[in-house]
């Protein structure tokens, strides 16, 4: 496909992420996205055959974006509290932005038993954040920035906190005090104690 048609692609995704963003995954049609995108249906099947093709677009992209987030810092000696640091403050506004979240969407494709049977991609991505995290928190003590710690543990602690919050941001108010306090029981874990 040329440089139009993948331009093309990534405006899809775009639009349609803050379809499935806003409505979960079930509520979104083709129609929908072609609604959202001014394509015609002709125009959007040509690019993909289902809101699931799109969807696992979407997923696979944050997979690759993240695979290699940390391992370019750690190559250019960035020390590991400022790589820490950097990536909490951006947890902290993610874990709070409920209009693009894609939690419930995410929750909503992969409880689907269908879906649940063939290569889930979010085990994929668990598995390229888990190497990232493990990467950094291992690199930090290596450098001993950080506490020697069962770095697969506190990945785990990081992770699925984040992932709760943002899950229950769709669902209630949530102020930006929850997150401040995970992040900072996340650095007691990782952080030597100042003396």
Same mark, same amino acid.
């Given at each position: 496909?040329?440089?139009?048609?993948?331009?093309?692609?990534?405006?899809?995704?775009?639009?349609?992420?803050? +379809?499935?963003?806003?409505?979960?995954?079930?509520?979104?049609?083709?129609?929908?996205?072609?609604?959202?995108?001014?394509?015609?249906?002709?125009?959007?099947?040509?690019?993909?055959?289902?809101?699931?093709?799109?969807?696992?677009?979407?997923?696979?992209?944050?997979?690759?974006?993240?695979?290699?987030?940390?391992?370019?810092?750690?190559?250019?000696?960035?020390?590991?509290?400022?790589?820490?640091?950097?990536?909490?403050?951006?947890?902290?506004?993610?874990?709070?932005?409920?209009?693009?979240?894609?939690?419930?969407?995410?929750?909503?494709?992969?409880?689907?038993?269908?879906?649940?049977?063939?290569?889930?991609?979010?085990?994929?991505?668990?598995?390229?954040?888990?190497?990232?995290?493990?990467?950094?928190?291992?690199?930090?003590?290596?450098?001993?920035?950080?506490?020697?710690?069962?770095?697969?543990?506190?990945?785990?602690?990081?992770?699925?906190?984040?992932?709760?919050?943002?899950?229950?941001?769709?669902?209630?108010?949530?102020?930006?005090?929850?997150?401040?306090?995970?992040? +900072?029981?996340?650095?007691? +874990?990782?952080?030597?104690?100042?003396?």
């Amino acid at each position: 496909m040329g440089t139009k048609g993948e331009k093309t692609k990534q405006y899809i995704c775009k639009e349609a992420y803050q +379809l499935f963003a806003e409505k979960g995954y079930k509520r979104v049609t083709m129609k929908d996205i072609c609604e959202k995108t001014g394509l015609s249906r002709g125009g959007l099947y040509r690019h993909y055959d289902s809101t699931e093709q799109i969807f696992l677009e979407i997923i696979d992209g944050f997979t690759q974006m993240q695979s290699n987030e940390f391992s370019k810092k750690i190559a250019q000696h960035i020390p590991a509290v400022k790589i820490l640091d950097d990536v909490l403050m951006r947890y902290a506004n993610e874990m709070i932005d409920n209009k693009n979240s894609l939690s419930l969407a995410i929750y909503e494709f992969y409880s689907n038993p269908e879906i649940s049977k063939t290569e889930n991609t979010m085990i994929k991505q668990y598995e390229a954040s888990k190497s990232m995290w493990v990467e950094l928190i291992d690199y930090g003590m290596k450098n001993k920035e950080f506490k020697k710690v069962d770095a697969e543990a506190v990945f785990d602690v990081i992770v699925f906190s984040y992932q709760g919050v943002r899950m229950h941001s769709k669902l209630m108010k949530m102020d930006s005090t929850t997150p401040k306090r995970i992040i +900072l029981e996340i650095k007691k +874990l990782l952080l030597p104690e100042e003396e």
